[in-house]
């Protein structure tokens, strides 16, 4: 295969934005399991900084697909007017 042959072929974007509609699904479920537990007082108290960080970067999942869905949008409209 060539690189040519490579430059020719483009990601299947409904498989694209399917993977990353799910991967920030399941993020916000994360989200609402760990707060539901730490309220709950189901997370060790030595392990509520672990916790906290597994929010927030699955709440950075969820701001990154909204916005960067965003902004793929806002681009693909100003590239073909």
């Known amino acids: 295969?060539?690189?040519e042959d490579l430059e020719?072929?483009?990601?299947?974007p409904e498989k694209w934005w399917k993977n990353r509609r799910r991967m920030a699904w399941l993020s916000l479920w994360g989200i609402v399991a760990l707060s539901?537990?730490?309220?709950l007082g189901w997370v060790p108290e030595?392990?509520?900084?672990l916790a906290q960080t597994g929010m927030w970067v699955m709440a950075g999942?969820?701001?990154v697909y909204s916005g960067g869905a965003s902004?793929?949008?806002?681009m693909a409209r100003m590239r073909h007017g």
């Open 46 to 49: 030595h392990n509520v900084p």
């Open 71 to 74: 902004v793929v949008d806002a």
């Open 1 to 3: 295969m060539d690189i």
């Open 61 to 63: 999942v969820v701001a």
């Open 8 to 12: 020719d072929q483009h990601p299947n």
């Open 36 to 39: 539901g537990a730490a309220v």
